[in-house]
């Protein structure tokens, strides 16, 4: 009988686009399936994706990803995908058509919050988004620093008790 190796089967995780949530007033979400090849898959398995720098556009009544980083599969042998391609998101025609008249609004962007799997395929969380200003990041930055040092201050006031 075949030794198990010491490393389980994990559950793969959700790729998050944290700078999005920073960056954008999130309205709404969407999930979408996204068009990929098997050594993309592999990668996005192992958690070698990045949203940072990527957006969605309707192009041609299409929804597109750009902009998304996947890195190769090093256990591809020929035949590597690029790292940076336009990636095709799948979803019904009728949403697309809500997303985008929603992103021809003044402000508003598409904008990929999360990549993870949902019973065995990729899936990409789409946020309709209106960009933050500075006076905003800040406050909401020093909320978040009140908030903590609260939570702060009641742990240590139980551990006295």
């Avoid at 750009?66 to 019904?92: C, G, T, W």
């Amino acid at each position: 009988m075949a030794k198990q190796s010491a490393k389980k089967n994990e559950a793969p995780r959700s790729i998050q686009n944290r700078r999005a949530r920073y960056d954008y007033a999130i309205s709404e979400s969407h999930e979408a399936g996204i068009a990929l090849v098997g050594s993309e898959v592999k990668s996005v398995y192992q958690g070698r994706a990045h949203l940072t720098d990527a957006f969605c556009r309707v192009v041609d009544g299409e929804l597109f990803l750009f902009n998304a980083d996947i890195e190769p599969y090093e256990k591809a042998s020929v035949f590597q995908h690029d790292r940076r391609r336009d990636r095709k998101l799948l979803m019904h025609r009728k949403d697309i058509n809500v997303l985008e008249r929603k992103a021809l609004e003044k402000g508003f962007t598409l904008v990929p919050l999360a990549m993870y799997f949902k019973h065995g395929r990729v899936k990409v969380e789409v946020g309709i988004g209106r960009g933050k200003a500075a006076y905003d990041k800040r406050d909401k930055i020093a909320q978040d620093d009140a908030r903590r040092e609260i939570q702060q201050e009641i742990r240590s006031a139980q551990r006295q008790v």
